[in-house]
Every structure is written in C-alpha cells, then in structure tokens.
C-alpha cells in the first residue's frame, strides 16, 4: 500500500472517488501515466502495489463512486501496461467481474466499460478468463437496465470477435458451463446463447457438432419462446446443425435421438415439425447406429402420424416408412419385444390412422421376425383380440390379418379360434357388428372349411345354450349367403354322394343342432330332405315364443333367395 501511494497522488487518489465523472476520468489518465512510466521502468512490484491500492480501496469500496472511479483506474492501468497487462490480468480482471453483480446499476455499466477496454488491450490473453466473462455476460444480457443492457452487448460483440480470432479458447471447458445455462428460460438469455452458439460453430477451428447432443435441448427449447426473433434465431441454428449432420462423416445420433423423441410430443407445432422432421434425416443418414433407438423413435412417430397439421402427418408418415424399411437383426440390439409394446400400446390410441400403422408395425415384426414375436405372443394376444371391436373396419381387417398369420400354427389356430368365441359370447356387440366381417374374413386368410370345422368343434360343448344358439345362428346365415363360402355349399350340396361333403355335413351337424332353424337350413343345403322333413315333425314339440317365430320368419325369408333355387 505505501508503495502505491508513494507513485500516486493524493489528489489523483482523490478525485478518482469524486461524483463528477469528468474529476473521475482525469484521474484515471494520471493513473494510466504512472503505470505506464513503471512499466517502462520494469518495476512491477509497484505496479502490483498500485493495482491492490485500487481494488481493495476502490472496487471494493462501500461508497459506489469510489467503485467507479476503481474501474475505470484498472482499465486505465492496463491500457498503460500494454504489452506487460498479461502477467497482472490474474489481478485485474476478477475484480471487474466481480462488479458485474454490484446493485448500482451505473458500477455494472462501469464495469462492462472498463473490461471492455481492457480487452481491447490484452485481446487473446484474457482468454483464460473466458468462462466467468461468459457466466457474467448471460446474466447482465437480462439486466433490468436497458444502459447496462446495452454496454453488454458492446462487449459482448468484442469478446466474440477476440475469440474468433483467438487459438487458446477450449471448447471442452466452455460446453458443461454453456449446457448449464441452456435451462435460463428469460428471452434476452436465450438471444444470448443462440447468439454465441452460432458463432462459435462458424468458427472452422471449434468443433461445435462434436458437442450438439450438450445444447440441442435447449436450441429446441427456444422454438416454441415467446419471441418471435429468438424463434427464427433458434431454427436458423438449427438448420445450419443439420445440413452440418448431413455432411458429416460421424455423428452421435444416438443421444440426439434421445431428445428428438422427447421434443416429438411437444405440445408447440413447430418444435414437433422440426423434430419430427430431424428424425426424418437421422433415420436416412444414421440407418443402423439407431437400431437400439427404433422404439423410442416409433412412440414419437406414430402419434404424429394422426396429427392434425398435414406437414407433420406427411414427415410422420415418411419416417415411419424408412423406418420399417430397414432390414434390423435382433441379434443385433433390435429389440423386437420394445417395439411390439410400442405397437400394441398405440392400439389403444383414438386416432384410426395411428391405430393403423401399429397394427402395421405388428404384422411387419411377424413376417420378418416371426419366432422372435411369438415369444412375446402372451403379451400382445389380448390387446389384438379387443382390436376386433375396434369402431373401423379397416382397423378389423388389419386385425385378422395380424391374427391370420399369428394363426398358421395348428395350436395358435385353435387358440385364436377359442378366444374368438369367448369374446363374442361376452359382447353381444362384437357379434352383431363385426361378427360376419371377422369370420369371412378369417375364411379367406385361414381357409373357411377349416375355419367352420374348429367352430363348430368349439359349439358343440357350448353349455350356455342360449349362446350357442345365437351363434350357430349367425354362422348359419353367414355360411348360407356369403360369397366367402361357396366352396363350402357346393361341398354340401354333394353331402349324399361325396365323402368329404358328408364329413363336413356331420362335423357341422352337432352344433348346428343348436338351432332348429339352422339344422333344417343344413339339411336343404346338403339335400338330405327326408331327415329335414323328420327335424321339421319335431318343432311341434318346440316352445313356439318370439325368438322361435322371428328364426321361422328368417328360415321363410331364405327360401326366396338364389341360394335355395335349385330347393323350389
């Protein structure tokens, strides 16, 4: 302290801590005098005395003018350094970041000034300092006042100038600090951040895609701010991010995946459109290196795929289609159990589309990975059995596709089959609604003699008889007018001469029993008329009630159709 004092007047002392500004900045210049002729000197003892002087009594000074006044005296003390202001930063410059947070709002304006000048000064060799500059900057780009807000950004533009130019800033370090401070949801923050994040990535030396995954976050964070300049900003980065991706030879797809999933069901649009549309060209470029990713992508996919903006429908619907393409090996980290819990939970979704493309993904895994998918067969049978209820019939159709090929082996067949049953008899709905579409359908994709047989199997030992009744009912009807069946009456109608026509005719027998209606259908159609006519003795027996007489009035009704013609 005598040492300072010694080369520093008193009155240069005290008119640093004067009100007047003018008084203030005169001292300065007798101070950058004096430092200036040490330096010359090579007396840096003193200059580090003077230097303590200034910051102890003034910087840290209760009193805001004396505050003032010390940062102006350090900036000026570094312009008189020059070339020697390098080995006394260590001294210097903590003491103005430290000002950055003062409450007077005038220190904080004094503040940025003074480190602004001696930046000017020191240029690349504050560099170490970068970091605190940094933090200190983000926090007064939100300063409450516009004067302070303004010698920020000043500096700001600087200190991106200087470390452009500079070959001693470390990426490494700065990414953790600029990661942390992506969460900052204040606007002037975020203008800030994408700001340097644009220019660092310009910079050919500074490998900012190397890092993306640290900050892409909060870049997508940003699309959805209330700002519509931070909006263009933030997309702008982006866009540049993802033409650098496309030409890159490696890229961490992977934990980019991560957060592209999560901003796919963004409630903002926008943000679900660019991620969905990132996600797009990850499943081009990347292809394989995503195949431990592929059910995290679909549950972000799918959903989209019913959205109601059509680019993002359009974006959903390509991915999903690239995706399904790839030809994945289970051995190889695809895990087909996740995707299948992905499909089979988006079954459930109120979008018809969405459904749709689930049972696509279902059907996808079964031909291309059929042993692997009927290990996970507990898992999904039920959830595909209440999709027969599903209120679109297209959704139905794609069910009994998916059940139909489940059902190639004997036992799944018969599985399919009895459960098929236990579920009409528990909704009466499923039956009257979809019950003739899902059994000729099955028909088709599962042979319909076969299909007939196994029903009939099943209903003969039907003990709710009430059930059985309606069932066979509705069987009898199906098999007597659809055009999925003509192979079959033809079959019947040979019963008395064909032995395959008979054994069907008896393997339907017992069950068709159920409904006097439906045996005496059987027996015209197999044109064994005289045990027709013994089955037709019998109803006198019968309790003649309404259900009896609308069955009657149906049986009648038959008899007028092209079915029975050759019967009148």
């Known amino acids: 302290m005598a040492d300072a004092l010694s080369v520093i007047p008193a009155a240069v002392l005290r008119n640093l801590a004067d009100k007047l500004y003018e008084k203030r900045k005169n001292a300065a210049l007798e101070v950058e005098g004096i430092v200036k002729q040490l330096a010359g000197a090579g007396d840096h003892d003193r200059i580090t005395a003077v230097i303590n002087l200034l910051t102890t009594e003034y910087t840290f000074s209760p009193q805001a003018n004396h505050r003032k006044g010390g940062l102006i005296s350090l900036a000026a003390a570094t312009v008189g350094l020059t070339t020697e202001a390098a080995q006394h930063l260590e ?47 983000c926090k007064l780009s939100a300063d409450s006042d516009a004067n302070v807000q303004s010698a920020a950004h000043l500096l700001d533009q600087l200190v991106k100038n200087i470390v452009t130019e500079s070959d001693q800033f470390s990426i490494e370090e700065f990414i953790p600090l600029l990661r942390d401070r992506m969460n900052v949801l204040n606007p002037y923050v975020h203008q800030f951040l994408v700001g340097w994040i644009t220019v660092l990535d310009s910079v050919p030396d500074i490998d900012m895609l190397g890092f993306l995954p640290d900050f892409l976050d909060g870049l997508f964070n940003m699309l959805s701010d209330s700002s519509h300049e931070i909006r263009q900003q933030a997309d702008s980065a982006l866009s540049e991010f993802l033409q650098e991706i496309k030409n890159s030879p490696s890229v961490d797809y992977g934990r980019m995946a991560e957060i592209l999933v999560q901003r796919a069901g963004s409630p903002d649009e926008f943000t679900r459109l660019t991620a969905i549309t990132w996600i797009n060209e990850f499943v081009k470029l990347g292809g394989y290196q995503l195949v431990p990713y592929y059910a995290d992508i679909l549950r972000a996919i799918l959903p989209c795929i019913s959205n109601k903006e059509e680019k993002i429908r359009v974006v959903a619907r390509e991915t999903n289609e690239e995706l399904r393409a790839i030809q994945a090996d289970p051995a190889e980290a695809f895990d087909v159990g996740a995707i299948l819990s992905i499909a089979r939970r988006k079954l459930s979704s109120e979008w018809v589309a969405t459904r749709i493309e689930a049972l696509h993904w279902i059907s996808t895994l079964l031909s291309k990975h059929r042993s692997v998918v009927l290990t996970f067969l507990n898992d999904i049978f039920d959830t595909l059995l209440k999709a027969l209820s599903d209120s679109s019939v297209e959704v139905v159709l794609l069910v009994l596709d998916v059940h139909a090929c489940i059902a190639r082996d004997p036992h799944l067949f018969r599985q399919l089959v009895v459960f098929l049953v236990h579920n009409f008899q528990l909704d009466n709905f499923l039956l009257e609604k979809h019950g003739a579409l899902i059994v000729r359908r099955l028909c088709v994709l599962l042979n319909a003699e076969r299909v007939y047989r196994e029903l009939s199997t099943i209903l003969e030992g039907e003990t709710d008889l009430d059930f059985a009744s309606i069932m066979v009912q509705a069987l009898n009807l199906i098999l007597l007018t659809s055009s999925e069946l003509s192979e079959i009456r033809d079959l019947l109608k040979q019963s008395l001469v064909n032995p395959a026509g008979k054994d069907l005719y008896v393997s339907l027998y017992a069950s068709w029993c159920h409904s006097p209606m439906a045996i005496i259908s059987l027996c015209f159609l197999a044109q064994t008329y005289q045990h027709a006519s013994a089955v037709i003795q019998s109803l006198e027996e019968e309790d003649i009630n309404v259900k009896f007489l609308v069955q009657l009035d149906k049986l009648i009704r038959l008899m007028e159709t092209p079915i029975f013609a050759y019967l009148r």
């Open 91 to 137: 001294q210097i410059v903590p003491p103005v970041l430290d000002s950055f947070a003062d409450q007077d709002s005038r220190v904080r304006y004094y503040a940025c000034e003074a480190l602004y000048n001696i930046a000017k000064v020191v240029r690349g060799d504050f560099i170490i300092f970068f970091n605190q500059i940094f933090d200190a900057l």
